[in-house]
């Protein structure tokens, strides 16, 4: 599946695909997405939101709200209709976590 093909899926295929994909498969959507959308590097959103994943860890919050607001505010201007903020999120997120459950094992 193309970059593309995933960015036109609609949100509830989106979420059931996502929970087939490895870490290296979210990276390398997500790694697509921001260079379509412009701005920082992958790897300086990547640490951003790691960096909100940690804050919350030690917060014991659950909150995803601030990974969107970060997200939005890296990447201005993206359409609404697009849901692109969500999937790009939700791929880095999902990447994060994949990463450090593997860490775990």
Known sequence: ???EELIRMEPTLFSELLLTFDANTCERHARK???MLGGPTFDSYLQS????VISNALS???DV???F???ENLFPG?????NLYEKLTGLTLLAIALRLENKLK
């Open 49 to 52: 939101m790691t960096d909100i």
């Open 69 to 71: 607001q970060q997200t």
């Open 1 to 3: 599946m193309t970059t």
């Open 65 to 67: 709200e601030p990974y």
């Open 60 to 62: 014991g919050k659950h």
């Open 78 to 82: 993206v359409l609404p209709d697009t």
């Open 33 to 35: 997405i921001v260079t």
